[in-house]
C-alpha cells in the first residue's frame, strides 16, 4: 500500500496529495480569546495529541456528541523518502550491472546488483526506523471537506504540529489516501 502511493501533483487548480490521513473528532472554540482578527481552537483528532489551532476562518464547531455535517481532517503529506527506497535514477547508468539469469534468491530485488538486495534483518530495521520516524512531530494540514467531496485547507497563522498520541497507535495510522485539495 505504501509503495504504491504516487508523488504530489498539481493540475486543474487542484493539489492531489498523498498522506496520512487522522479523522477530526472535536473543534472547540477557545472563549479565552477575544481578538477580532482571528479564532483559536482546540482540535482533537483520532491517535493525536489535542492541538491548538488559530487561523481567520470561522470554522463549525463540533464534538462526538454534537457531529457536524462537514469532515474535517488533519494530515500528514506522504513522504515517500521514508521507506529508504533505493534510487534507481543514480544507477541507471549501471545497467550492465543487472544480471537476469537465474532466479533471484529471497531477499533480492529481483535481478538488480548486490548492493540493492536486502536481507529480513534489513527490511525489519526499516521499518522499525519508519515506526519511530512516523511518531515523532509533524507539520499538519487542517483540511474541511466541500460538497464535491475535495478538501480545503484551512490556514493557520501558524504552524500546525502534530504528535502521535502513543507509539502504539503508530501501528494503527494506515490511513494512507491521495485527496484533492482546491
Request: with cysteine; proline share 5%.
Amino acid at each position: 500500500m505504501l509503495y504504491e502511493t504516487r508523488t504530489p501533483r498539481f493540475a486543474q487548480c487542484r493539489l492531489s496529495l498523498p498522506c496520512i490521513v487522522f479523522p477530526v473528532t472535536a473543534v472547540r472554540r477557545r472563549r479565552d480569546e477575544d481578538h477580532a482578527t482571528y479564532f483559536a481552537y482546540e482540535v482533537k483528532a483520532e491517535g493525536l495529541n489535542d492541538l491548538l489551532v488559530i487561523t481567520e476562518d470561522k470554522l463549525v464547531q463540533f464534538s462526538r456528541t454534537r457531529p457536524a455535517q462537514q469532515a474535517f481532517l488533519l494530515v500528514r503529506p506522504w513522504d515517500r523518502s521514508l521507506l529508504e527506497l533505493p534510487d534507481f535514477s543514480a544507477d541507471a547508468q549501471n545497467v550492465d550491472d543487472c544480471t537476469l539469469s537465474g532466479s533471484p534468491s529471497r531477499g533480492s530485488l529481483a535481478g538488480l546488483p548486490a548492493k540493492y538486495e536486502t536481507d529480513d534483518s534489513e527490511a525489519h530495521l526499516r521499518a522499525l526506523r519508519l515506526i519511530v520516524h512516523l511518531g515523532q512531530p509533524f507539520a499538519a494540514f487542517l483540511l474541511a471537506q466541500q460538497w464535491g467531496g475535495e478538501y480545503k485547507r484551512i490556514a493557520s497563522d501558524h504552524d500546525i504540529i502534530a504528535q502521535v498520541r502513543d507509539m502504539t497507535s503508530v501501528r494503527h495510522m494506515m490511513d494512507v489516501r491521495t485527496l484533492e485539495i482546491l
